[in-house]
């Protein structure tokens, strides 16, 4: 990857990680730590990946993402705001009861979210369906979904992956985020799932494992991932929950609680500090 993208996308998800812990703190409710952690990868997909224009969100031959861990929305809302869907003022109406961006990824008034989540494990089946619709009708768009590494505890989602794997859906193309964190603790207490990358190929899936916070990996799987003929593609990324604040890192107590306004001032300095060395 050129130095210049490189360096734009990483400002980009700094931009996103400000504005998402902004709306979190102003709304004094929703869920920053698992926003943080998948922020690069979502950004990729938006500002690399994906073909969509801001100007024709519904276009039917766009490729399409389903945030499968629909309560990470202030991912989601920001960097869609960021690429032009909607304004960036409109993130103030995030969880307002005279507004209509819900705390849970919403479709019906948000430009650009291809599907309402939160119900964890059923976006990865809509996902699925996404894909097989594309195959049936011989269209050509790609269908990319963000699932969390505590969420693939539910029975559902090993149910989607058979079936991509049964339909062949090589146009479908997911991705977990692997923090090691949920709401309760860390995921190996909860629930164990690893190791995942023997579970998705017994599943009949390519997996590709990668550091979910450097750009330059997050491009090559998603190039490998275009090449694969006949089954699905997950990539495991290993990222930090919270990324990006220090105090939120690796804290399963940030998976989904608003900062007071002495933590939102420290956020608020680390990432503006992040976003002006970028800027150079």
């Known amino acids: 990857m050129e130095k210049s993208k490189e360096q734009a996308l ?39 990946e994906m073909r969509v224009d801001p100007k024709d969100p519904k276009n039917p031959d766009r490729d399409r993402f389903v945030m499968s861990k629909g309560h990470c929305s202030p991912a989601v809302y920001p960097v869609l705001a960021l690429r032009g869907f909607f304004p960036v003022e409109n993130l103030k109406m995030f969880r307002r009861i005279d507004g209509h961006m819900s705390g849970h990824v919403e479709m019906k008034y948000n430009p650009g979210v291809d599907m309402s989540t939160g119900s964890l494990g059923q976006g990865i089946s809509v996902a699925v369906g996404m894909a097989l619709a594309g195959k049936q009708a011989k269209k050509g768009y790609r269908v990319y979904a963000i699932l969390g590494d505590g969420e693939v505890a539910e029975g559902q989602v090993w149910e989607a992956f058979m079936s991509a794997a049964k339909y062949g859906l090589d146009n479908l193309c997911a991705c977990i985020d692997v923090n090691g964190l949920q709401i309760d603790g860390k995921t190996c207490d909860v629930m164990p ?7 998705f190929e017994a599943f009949g899936c390519h ?19 275009k090449t694969v003929k006949g089954k699905p593609t997950v990539i495991l990324a290993k990222t930090v929950k919270g990324k ?24 608020k300095a680390e990432l503006e500090a992040a976003i002006k060395e970028l800027e150079g």
């Open 10 to 48: 990483k400002l980009s998800a700094a931009k996103a990680r400000l504005l998402g812990v902004e709306m979190v703190y102003d709304a004094a409710s929703g869920h920053p730590g698992g926003s943080m952690s998948c922020m690069d990868v979502l950004t990729y997909l938006y500002n690399a």
């Open 193 to 199: 799932t690893e190791p995942l990358d023997k579970k």
């Open 207 to 225: 997996v590709i494992k990668i550091d979910g916070h450097d750009f330059n990996a997050i491009e090559a799987a998603y190039e490998e991932a």
């Open 244 to 267: 990006g604040v220090s105090f939120m890192e690796n804290n399963a107590g940030w998976h989904g609680k608003a900062p007071n306004a002495e933590q939102w001032e420290t956020a």
